[in-house]
């Protein structure tokens, strides 16, 4: 029954997505299937199969190793701040940040991270119908981040036109920065992490390709992806990804603070006047669509209380919520769960975006920030389309 109930949800989702679209007579069909069939491979080769398990978890224990080493260097600049058996969120989860983004750094300056990027991104273009850039900012959003990702390609933006811009924007706000990935795995099950990589990546296509469907001259699909200063020397780029990592980091526990606070007052307020809580509000608003991603109805109000939360806030508020392990939920419903948090689709993308635009170009940025509600829309189409497939091969 769950099963034929996730397969009416995806339904209902490709439905949504074509009905907001904005050319429905453009819209790719095809490469919409191909990708459709892709993301129920590759997930099923995630999550199934004794290779694919392998190889999350060798993945998954890379990471393990990378936050070792960050405790390290945590470790010999807070001991003594935390006590003795305590896990703070902020040094256990949060700092390693900083780490993971010199390494990110290192593999870019080797120009080994630039290459993978450059050459899978143009190889995904054959399969997704899209530019190569489009392709391109899809696969380097998953590892630089929503709001990185446009300084790789600052020099062709200003040719970039207002549905080019509205796609890479979906794109970019459905996937997550690999930087926070150890982060993630900190809090939810590792392998439940790396299959929403996969499945958001073709999702962001699909629902771009749904939603806002368009053509391109072979003129105007030229790509050269900007290169690094060549002036600046490694330590120089160490110097700068660490700083950049410590400032995500630190933007990250500032928002936690300020989402946190603020959810505690209006929850106490609806409290005081309803009897529940604003999240358990939300929780029955989005029960039905909980309900339709596969999850049973009687853990339906908790599971959409935790995916409105995600909305709201950020994906790090709804994670440190479900890891707290006060739910009680089914093996099922925590993976359809975890699939969904990994991504960045909330509101507050909306600025991080449009503001990492406006900081190259002007109008640009501001052409991004005029159709902020359409990016929030379709991205989290891509979380409930990705939170689907998972629950169907679970």
Sequence with gaps: MQLLIACVGLIIVIGLSYLASSNKSQIRWKSIGIMLVLQFVLGFFLLRTSVGTFLVASFAKLFD?????????????????????????????????????????ILRYIKILPLFIKYVGLAISYINGMGKLESYNGVASGILGQ??????????????????????SISAMSTVSMSIVGSYMAMIEPRYVICALVLNLFGGFIIASL????ELGEKEDQFNASEEDKDQTFFQ??????????????????????????IAMINAIFKGITG????ELLG?????????????WNEAVDAGSLMATKLVTNEFVAMSELSQGNWHFSEHTQAILSVFMVSFANFSSIGIISG???????????????????????????????????????
């Design 284 to 296: 029955y608003v989005f029960a039905p669509l909980a309900f339709l991603t596969g999850i049973p």
């Design 211 to 214: 939603i806002n469907p368009y």
């Design 356 to 394: 990492a635009m406006k900081g190259l170009n002007e109008e640009k940025g501001n052409l991004v920030a005029k159709h902020g509600l359409k990016i929030v829309f379709a991205a989290t189409l891509v979380s409930f389309l990705s939170a689907i497939i998972a629950g169907i091969l679970v």
């Design 65 to 105: 190793y990378l936050l070792e080493f960050a405790a390290s260097g945590v470790n010999f600049v807070f001991a003594g701040v935390a006590n003795k058996g305590s896990a703070p969120f902020f040094l256990n989860v949060l700092m390693p940040i900083v780490f993971i983004s010199a390494i990110i750094g």
């Design 147 to 168: 709001s990185e990702v446009f300084i790789s390609y600052k020099k062709e933006l200003k040719f970039l036109t207002e549905k080019r811009l509205l796609t890479m």
């Design 237 to 262: 780029m160490l110097g700068e990804y660490i700083l950049d990592g410590f400032h995500v980091a630190i933007t990250v526990a500032a928002m936690l603070i300020g989402f946190v606070a603020a």
């Design 276 to 279: 529940f809580t604003f999240q």
